[in-house]
């Protein structure tokens, strides 16, 4: 029989549906596991000065981008919170106690891939990219151990790379409206000679981008947990082997 011809997009329509529901159903322990996992920004924000002339702002505006730019590590970690509620369907209570194993078990393996897209950012904007959207499905792998979990998730990227690039690609467009949202409504008009409540325009800047990426971070995570968890069923067409050496049965 044919495939047909609006079977892929009919899939990546269920698959963002699906996602969505996820998000509306957990919304409170996805928001929590968000907001662990994004802890180092939550707490640059709360602690960020208020300023007190164009010199402090923009450092403080700094700050906001900064985090900015680091938010993809700690969402590529959420993802292996929402993979446990994804996989499981537990209960409110459950899904956050199980995210929270999830999203421990990931740090070291988004550690070492984060590392791995640095160096392959060392060449050009683009291998790195590349590596990002293979080493994505980290957090999500049930394999054990850096290499394996690594490895796994290339494979699993792979089979689904055109869902998984645009999985990314989205979050990364999400990041940087949220970014530009927040500069626009908190900072711009910029003045040569700012008042002391535009001045705090730049605290709010940070803070404002924390408390969006805690919220948003969720759905592409969330989505990219989906995405590693069909991609395990044999009738999607992935061929994993799961030995010993990986975790599995």
Do not use: E
């Not at 959420?78 to 369907?89: K, Q």
């Not at 940070?206 to 592409?220: D, E, H, K, Q």
């Amino acid at each position: 029989m044919d495939t047909p011809r609006y079977s892929q997009p009919a899939r990546r329509s269920s698959l963002l549906a699906a996602a969505l529901a996820t998000w509306a159903g957990y919304a409170v322990p996805l928001t929590a596991l968000s907001a662990l996992a994004l802890a180092p920004a939550v707490l640059a924000a709360a602690r960020a000065p208020a300023p007190v002339d164009q010199a402090t702002a923009a450092a403080t505006l700094f700050r906001g981008w900064a985090q900015l730019a680091w938010s993809w590590l700690g969402q590529l970690m959420l993802v292996g919170g929402a993979a446990a509620i994804v996989r499981d369907r537990p209960s409110q209570r459950r899904a956050f106690v199980g995210g929270l194993i999830g999203l421990g078990r990931a740090i070291v393996p988004c550690l070492a891939a984060a590392a791995a897209v640095l160096v392959a950012s060392l060449a050009l904007a683009i291998p790195g990219l590349i590596v990002l959207v293979l080493f994505a499905l980290t957090a999500a792998s049930p394999a054990r151990g850096v290499a394996a979990s690594l490895l796994d998730a290339s494979c699993a990227a792979r089979t689904r790379l055109p869902a998984v690039a645009l999985s990314v690609a989205a979050m990364l467009a999400l990041d940087a409206a949220i970014g530009l949202g927040c500069y626009a409504w908190f900072v711009l008009p910029l003045v040569k000679h700012p008042t002391a409540a535009q001045l705090i325009g730049a605290r709010s800047f940070v803070r404002a981008v924390a408390i969006a990426l805690v919220f948003v971070s969720p759905l592409p995570a969330t989505l990219l947990a989906l995405i590693r968890h069909r991609a395990r069923r044999p009738a999607d067409g992935l061929v994993i082997p799961h030995n010993s050496s990986t975790g599995g049965h």
